[in-house]
């Protein structure tokens, strides 16, 4: 069932504003403005940290997630290609690769600080080891559950391994894994960027900003920073999703 190009506009609109009405329908149960703020009040004080300079802390945090996205995207995707294709290899990392994309994301610091590093290096290694793992196993299990009938023809028309993985199994795991892994490490980048600001606190980042606005008592200015942080998660995926489009022109 296709959607008209107005109902694709309404939509949105309308589930904002009912998620606008409940959230005021709470913010009056509760009738503490200082505890819990209704949407009025937390988009002023939103436009109130933009004012202050929290744009700088947005975009120094987005750099930082974008910086280690590409960088998981650039190791894990080669990684789980190659791990998939040949399946016991696979067999024998898929313990490893469960074990690591298993820990604990923000400890992965240590690691940096225990070999020397410090600063921006820890910090964008650490987010970009903490999404690495995971677009490795996703991809590595794409290509390991792909059917063999396909890569069989190939093989019958004694195509080679390497023109295989590269001319049809890639573009195979672009649409059925690589893009929607991409998606959702592009939002486990920023939340996890906003853990290591918190732990390695920098000159600017939404994780140190957000230690000092939990040490006032008005909860208004904390929810405005989740509402800009929450806009600038949604603008990230939408421009990964709309680049994907373009990107997988065929589907």
């Given at each position: 069932?296709?959607?008209?190009?107005?109902?694709?506009?309404?939509?949105?609109?309308?589930?904002?504003?009912?998620?606008?009405?409940?959230?005021?329908?709470?913010?009056?149960?509760?009738?503490?403005?200082?505890?819990?703020?209704?949407?009025?009040?937390?988009?002023?004080?939103?436009?109130?940290?933009?004012?202050?300079?929290?744009?700088?802390?947005?975009?120094?945090?987005?750099?930082?997630?974008?910086?280690?996205?590409?960088?998981?995207?650039?190791?894990?995707?080669?990684?789980?290609?190659l791990l998939g294709f040949w399946s016991h290899l696979y067999d024998s990392c898929r313990a490893v690769l469960a074990f690591l994309r298993s820990?604990?994301?923000?400890?992965?610091?240590?690691?940096?600080?225990?070999?020397?590093?410090?600063?921006?290096?820890?910090?964008?290694?650490?987010?970009?080891?903490?999404?690495?793992?995971?677009?490795?196993?996703?991809?590595?299990?794409?290509?390991?559950?792909?059917?063999?009938?396909?890569?069989?023809?190939?093989?019958?028309f004694r195509a080679s391994s390497w023109f295989i993985l590269t001319r049809a199994l890639i573009f195979e795991a672009l649409g059925r894994t690589?893009?929607?892994?991409?998606?959702?490490?592009?939002?486990?980048?920023?939340?996890?960027?906003?853990?290591?600001?918190?732990?390695?606190?920098?000159?600017?980042?939404?994780?140190?900003?957000?230690?000092?606005?939990?040490?006032?008592?008005?909860?208004?200015?904390?929810?405005?920073?989740?509402?800009?942080?929450?806009?600038?998660?949604?603008?990230?995926?939408?421009?990964?999703?709309?680049?994907?489009?373009?990107?997988?022109?065929?589907?």
């Amino acid at each position: 069932m296709k959607i008209s190009s107005s109902s694709r506009v309404c939509l949105p609109v309308v589930g904002i504003m009912v998620l606008m009405l409940v959230w005021q329908a709470a913010a009056v149960l509760v009738s503490d403005p200082l505890s819990f703020p209704g949407p009025l009040e937390t988009i002023q004080a939103a436009c109130q940290l933009l004012a202050g300079g929290y744009w700088r802390d947005l975009l120094a945090t987005s750099a930082r997630a974008l910086s280690a996205w590409i960088l998981a995207l650039a190791l894990g995707v080669p990684t789980g290609l190659l791990l998939g294709f040949w399946s016991h290899l696979y067999d024998s990392c898929r313990a490893v690769l469960a074990f690591l994309r298993s820990l604990p994301s923000y400890l992965l610091i240590t690691v940096f600080v225990v070999m020397g590093h410090s600063g921006e290096t820890a910090r964008v290694g650490t987010v970009m080891l903490a999404s690495a793992w995971i677009i490795a196993d996703e991809c590595a299990e794409s290509l390991y559950t792909l059917s063999p009938s396909r890569i069989d023809v190939l093989r019958a028309f004694r195509a080679s391994s390497w023109f295989i993985l590269t001319r049809a199994l890639i573009f195979e795991a672009l649409g059925r894994t690589i893009i929607p892994v991409a998606r959702t490490t592009i939002g486990i980048c920023f939340v996890v960027s906003t853990v290591v600001e918190a732990l390695a606190v920098p000159t600017y980042g939404v994780g140190a900003r957000l230690l000092s606005l939990f040490a006032v008592a008005n909860m208004a200015p904390v929810f405005g920073f989740l509402l800009l942080t929450g806009l600038m998660g949604v603008s990230l995926n939408s421009i990964v999703h709309r680049s994907a489009r373009l990107l997988i022109f065929w589907s």
